[in-house]
């Protein structure tokens, strides 16, 4: 897709800078700021080549942008209600919410086949209640939430997908004594805590997830991780830090030892354990012991306080950073491989064999001060974010020659490449995401937006093409070609199985059954169907709300004043709201998306009688 210039847009720059003067130095500014406009710029009715989903951190949310506009386009609810779309308010989206108000969402994983992106699905982890969520990118709607997963505390090394999506991997940031629930004193913590690391099952045809299998783990705090693709596929890699099995204040008492460790998990090995009957029950799930069952888990020793493990696109080299060092530990598949078969070991970790690390390793690249993440392009490079440093890295696979660095702003966490955590990357463009944005924007108080840079990786030298900012927090994203996805702009009334769903006004009725009143609605421009609800006071009130709308955009809400309730329905879709009427009185019910010239003449009451 190519983006198209508006020339009276480019003039305008190019204007703006002549009017700093004639001086023989800017003349190379001008063209730096000419050729970055043109990159980014998307003119009116053109659209973006990529899409990017943001996670939203403790706001619990999911956030879609365009590449290379940066234009926010729109906000998927995920673990937080929210209002604007009605989510956590229907019947629907309030149970698979099961009752909590936040999520700390951190690292969306699209769906792959054969180790690239499909299109189908998103999965992000909730780091705070322990869940995985899946969003279908056929309406961008959460569809399910998985979860709390059995002893697995802080779902953080998570949700990065394998090659054809067979699993998610999952895992505990904190450990803790298992079953859940279980109360061990903290001074017991090195013997008595555990951690887990899961892989989370999901259906090839249908994305629905199940608990596939479950390692016990040392009580380490497990960070990141990611699956292997190619010769690696049926591995699974996370890192962890803490191996001192250290309490109390981790930022002195924890990275004493030189190295921690990245967990590598033969999965296919997992499930055999599961199927000969290999495991122990622990808080209703299947967990395999290593101390029982050889060959499923390995520890690799890396470089201390590791942050990010990536696999590269070939599937031969798993590199892991270490955010107390300067370096990122470049490790062999193939090598590794070879040591597990000769047992060239240093040690176990609770069972868990601990190998050789010269062994194993095929280079230390020499990136520069704080590694956390590393991103590839399809030239066969990989970048890796500095957060000391507030620096990406560009770095050559193979000769392992860092070939340029460029500033960011500031403290940089992950970034992401456009395909970048494929077998075949896009390359082109690449999103630094910062913890601080320093000032670069118009002052909003203390509490700062989070800033994203886009980076052109095109040429030979990185170049900054612009600023961006997002709403708290964006721990990591994911990039996709724009045309591998095919969104659909209304739900078609052939594919709304719902059972109380009506669609010819005619049908439109209130049923009362003792105490509980069934509302059979529709709305379409412009009013409500019935538009008078009458009740008693104390009634349990349901309300099959259905927008028979077959239009692009027209989307009906339907707030009702004072009983906390907002809810919107696409075009073909249904909803189900439920509300006990303990207030009596008259309360107006109105659309809360605008939808027609009489938008405001949509509305109705509901009657409550003493």
């Known amino acids: 897709m ?97 009752g909590f108000v ?40 959460t569809k399910e939430i998985l979860g ?25 940031r904190f450990s803790i004594p298992l079953p859940r629930g279980t109360y061990e004193k903290i001074e017991d913590y090195a ?65 004493q030892k030189d190295r921690d460790y990245v967990a590598a998990v033969n999965w296919r090995a997992a499930e055999k354990a599961l199927k000969d009957g290999k495991f122990k029950m622990i808080g209703g799930a299947k967990v395999i012991d290593p101390r029982d069952v050889s060959g499923v888990v390995y520890l690799i020793p890396a470089a201390k306080s590791p942050h990010g493990v990536d696999v590269s696109p070939d599937g031969k080299h798993i590199i892991a950073s270490g955010k107390l060092q300067g370096i990122t530990s470049v490790f062999n598949f193939e090598k590794m491989l070879m040591a597990i078969e000769k047992k060239d070991f240093t040690g176990n970790e609770d069972g868990i064999p601990v190998l ?23 030239q066969g490079h990989a970048y890796t974010s500095l957060f000391v440093e507030s620096a990406v890295a560009k770095w050559k696979l193979g000769t392992w020659e860092v070939l340029d660095k460029i500033p960011v702003s ?6 992401a490449a456009a395909e970048g955590d494929t077998k075949h990357p896009a390359g082109r463009y690449l ?22 840079q886009l980076i052109d990786i095109s040429g030979e030298k990185m170049s900054l093409l612009l600023d961006a900012f997002t709403e708290p927090e964006p721990h990591y994203a994911q990039i996709i070609k724009a ?81 906390n309730l907002n809810i919107v329905a696409d075009p073909g879709e249904t909803k189900t709201i439920e509300f006990v009427a303990d207030k009596q009185g008259v309360f107006p019910f109105y659309c809360t998306n605008f939808c027609s010239a009489l938008h405001q003449e949509m509305q109705g009451y509901l009657l409550v009688r003493p």
């Open 2 to 98: 190519t983006n198209k210039l508006a020339v009276p847009a480019v003039f305008a720059v190019i204007l703006a800078l002549a009017g700093c003067g004639g001086e023989r130095g800017r003349v190379g500014v001008r063209s730096d700021v000419q050729e970055a406009a043109q990159k980014v710029y998307v003119a009116p009715g053109d659209l973006d080549e990529f899409y990017v989903f943001k996670s939203g951190g403790h706001s619990g949310q999911v956030y879609i942008y365009g590449i290379p506009s940066m234009r926010h386009i729109a906000t998927i609810p995920v673990f937080t209600p929210y209002p604007a779309t009605g989510y956590g308010f229907d019947k629907e989206s309030k149970e698979m919410l099961g």
């Open 102 to 141: 936040w999520g700390d969402a951190h690292h969306p994983s699209l769906s792959e086949t054969d180790g690239d992106y499909d299109g189908r699905w998103l999965f992000i982890s909730d780091n705070a209640n322990n869940r995985m969520a899946r969003i279908d990118l056929r309406d961008f709607k």
């Open 148 to 172: 709390p997963i059995p002893n697995v505390s802080g779902n953080h090394c998570s949700s990065f997908v394998t090659e054809n999506t067979e699993y998610v991997l999952a895992g505990s």
């Open 191 to 255: 013997t008595k805590y555990k951690g887990v690391v899961a892989g989370i099952a999901v259906d090839a045809k249908s994305g629905k997830m199940s608990l596939g299998w479950e390692v016990l783990m040392p009580p380490f705090n497990y960070d990141l991780g990611d699956a292997g693709k190619g010769p690696s596929k049926e591995w699974g890699f996370w890192t962890c830090y803490n191996s001192e099995r250290a309490i109390g204040r981790l930022e002195e008492t924890a990275s």
């Open 356 to 378: 050789n690390y010269d062994a194993v390793k095929d280079a230390e690249v020499g990136v520069g001060l704080g590694p956390l993440h590393t991103q590839f392009d399809d």
């Open 410 to 415: 500031y403290n940089i966490g992950h970034l």
């Open 431 to 452: 999103i630094a995401l910062n913890k601080l944005s320093h000032g670069r924007h118009l002052s909003v108080g203390p509490s700062q937006p989070e800033s994203s």
């Open 483 to 563: 045309d591998k996805l095919k969104p659909i702009e209304v739900y078609p009334k052939e594919e709304n199985k719902n059972p109380k769903a009506i669609w010819d006004i005619k049908d439109a009725r209130i049923v009362r059954n003792g105490r509980n009143v069934e509302v059979y609605m529709i709305a379409v421009r412009s009013s409500f169907e019935p538009w008078k609800i009458e009740v008693n006071k104390g009634d349990r009130v349901t309300i099959y709300l259905t927008n028979i709308e077959q239009t692009t955009d027209e989307l009906h809400g339907f707030g009702l004043n004072e009983y």
